[in-house]
């Protein structure tokens, strides 16, 4: 019974500690990069894909496609038409008809006839005939129905235009992928110029303090006039740092406003909290270079778009081949013809026709189009397998930049906590006398960099994020 409790006893810390790896689990490849991306940034991304200009056009490119892939499919269904002529002639050729020529002599002997036996002469002279070619006034008008029966063409045009507009949605996605990882990179471009900005404000701070005391310093005779244009100097030169710094901000601004089609000079929200630390993105997650590679060219539109490319290629080369094959068509005339519009005597008409057209001999021209078109879809094929290597390589290169980001970090944190106490360590020496005043602005400085390091390193890895994001085509 013991064995059996300590079995059982056994089995529940066996589950427990199951249960608590799959917790662990789940918090380590949790996806960080969601808390990266902040509330703002997500508003931002989706009012930058409502409202972009870029954007806009490409849709409207997407749309044409769609009106294209309507008309082609309308090509299978008959054509009706109104055909109306109404013509005023005059002058041209004369049909001469002699009939007066012909019959003349009958009837004057006719005449002669009766005459000799006291009757009168009925019989008229008339006159030769002469028949204008050109009706002076005539109309035609009709109805015509044309209806394809045999045209291989309509068919291969249909899928062409289908095939195009799978290219144009798919790189209209790509653009739309595209345009949100810009809009990311700017916001974090902006925020870390922003930061950049507080930064040497703070600094700014510091060295106009460092020149107050310095000044006081001399009129004390506690230091000499050197200290104090030293002190001068380093504040003008965080002055000049600054002023750099607004204007990379508000340039970084603009652009960031200039994709969101808003005006350039509109505030931007920061997010709750700084750029979050190395530790915070976990990695795990993420597979091999090569299993990421493999995982993008299945994702990615720019891949899409040119397979589209390719089948619309190979559909133009059908559509050349269907050009030598005849082609058969039914016509179907109803109308009416004369001087005036009417339907009395003969005037209605109708007239029904099978058409049927074959290019016997063009002087190869059908075959040089082939030709031409076969190439255009080689092309598009060496472009797909030179999209393949871009994106792989892409990849590598993101995985790598993201890798070499997140090491910086670490050692840009660093670096910040030793130059913050190296300053520490100097200033208090520097107010009990025991340093000069060289050593302790270059300790300020030395501070400064660290600090506008560690914002450019933590703003850089999550750039280089958004764009592993968007090169594997997640």
Not at 332 to 358: C, I, K
Not at 377 to 388: A, S
Not at 411 to 420: M, P
Request: charged share 25%.
């Amino acid at each position: 019974m013991m064995k059996r409790q300590c079995s059982c006893a056994g089995n529940g810390r066996f589950w427990l500690l199951v249960l608590l790896a799959a917790l662990l689990g789940a918090y380590l490849f949790r996806p960080a990069p969601a808390r990266a991306q902040s509330d703002p940034l997500d508003a931002y991304v989706e009012a930058g894909l409502a409202g972009n200009l870029a954007l806009q056009q490409r849709s409207l490119d997407l749309e044409k496609s769609l009106r294209a892939l309507d008309e082609a499919r309308g090509m299978f269904w008959p054509e009706l038409r109104l055909e109306a002529r109404y013509s005023r002639a005059g002058g041209g050729r004369q049909i001469q008809f002699p009939v007066g020529d012909l019959m003349n002599p009958v009837y004057q002997t006719l005449n002669d006839i009766l005459a000799s036996q006291g009757q009168p002469a009925p019989f008229p002279t008339i006159e030769n005939v002469e028949i204008p070619f050109l009706r002076e006034r005539e109309q035609d008008t009709r109805v015509r129905l044309l209806q394809p029966l045999y045209q291989p063409a309509i068919r291969h045009n249909y899928r062409l235009q289908g095939h195009l507009m799978a290219a144009e949605e798919a790189g209209l996605e790509a653009f739309r992928r595209q345009l949100a990882r810009d809009i990311k990179v700017a916001y974090y471009d902006y925020l870390k110029a922003q930061r950049a900005v507080d930064i040497l404000a703070s600094a700014r701070g510091v060295v106009a303090e460092n020149v107050r005391v310095n000044e006081r310093l001399v009129q004390y005779a506690k230091a000499t006039d050197e200290a104090v244009m030293r002190a001068r100097a380093e504040f003008f030169e965080v002055e000049q740092q600054q002023a750099d710094a607004v204007r990379q901000r508000d340039l970084a601004r603009s652009y960031f406003n200039f994709l969101l089609n808003r005006p350039l000079d509109t505030a931007i929200d920061a997010p709750a909290e700084d750029a979050p630390p190395a530790a915070t993105f976990q990695l795990a997650a993420l597979h091999p270079s090569e299993s990421v590679a493999i995982e993008a060219l299945a994702r990615r539109h720019e891949v899409k778009q040119l397979d589209a490319a390719v089948l619309a290629s190979g559909t133009a080369v059908d559509i050349q081949k269907s050009n030598a094959l005849p082609s058969v068509a039914l016509a179907f005339d109803l109308g009416m013809q004369g001087e005036d519009y009417g339907f009395a005597g003969d005037r209605g008409y109708y007239m029904a026709s099978v058409v049927l057209q074959w290019k016997l001999f063009d002087g190869f021209q059908e075959r040089a189009r082939i030709q031409q078109a076969r190439l255009d879809t080689r092309r598009l094929e060496l472009q797909r397998e030179e999209l393949d290597d871009q994106i792989r390589l892409q990849v590598q290169d993101a995985m790598d930049n993201l890798g070499v980001a997140r090491s910086s970090l670490v050692t840009a944190e660093e670096r910040l906590r030793a130059a913050r106490e190296g300053y520490r360590r100097v200033a208090r020496k520097y107010e009990e006398g025991m340093d000069n005043q060289v050593t302790l602005l270059d300790a300020r400085d030395v501070w400064t960099r660290a600090e506008l390091n560690l914002n450019i390193t933590r703003y850089d890895v999550l750039i280089r994020l958004a764009e592993l994001e968007f090169a594997a085509g997640g």
